[in-house]
């Protein structure tokens, strides 16, 4: 069974950062893309960042590039975000997902493993 455990969401201003980490059992996380994802009320999920299982490569959405940076651990089976430059409209639940597969992607729907989210809230 697949567990996932997140962590580092919070409050802070706008201009702030965190630091997200979802740690997950049951699989060999080496073997899976990872994705980060957001809900922010009355909307849909958007894709965040993202990141490759072998190779490392790295994709973002372009309302977040240059300030989010993903990262993983896999010897520790846990992925990151760390969130610089954090914006209002930042504001959302963040989930993990994970898929057994080389290329990861930014769409939700080729997901097949969910982290429980964690909220970041950017207020002043």
């Known amino acids: 069974q697949v567990q996932f455990v997140e962590s580092g969401g919070g409050s802070v201003q706008p201009g702030g950062s965190l630091r997200l980490s979802c740690a997950v059992s049951?699989?060999?996380?080496?073997?899976?893309?990872i994705g980060w994802f957001r809900q922010a009320p009355g909307k849909e999920r958007e894709g965040v960042a993202c990141?490759?299982?072998?190779?490392?490569?790295?994709d973002y959405a372009a309302s977040v590039k240059g300030r989010f940076t993903i990262s993983r651990d896999d010897a520790k089976n846990t992925v990151y975000l760390q969130m610089n430059s954090l914006k209002p409209e930042d504001t959302a639940v963040y989930y993990c997902?994970?898929?057994?597969?080389?290329?990861?992607?930014?769409?939700?729907?080729?997901?097949?493993?969910w982290g429980q989210g964690t909220q970041v809230t950017v207020s002043s």
């Open positions: 997902a994970t898929v057994r597969t080389m290329r990861a992607t930014l769409e939700a729907h080729r997901y097949d493993y």
């Open positions: 990141i490759n299982s072998s190779d490392g490569r790295t």
């Open positions: 049951g699989i060999t996380l080496a073997w899976y893309a």
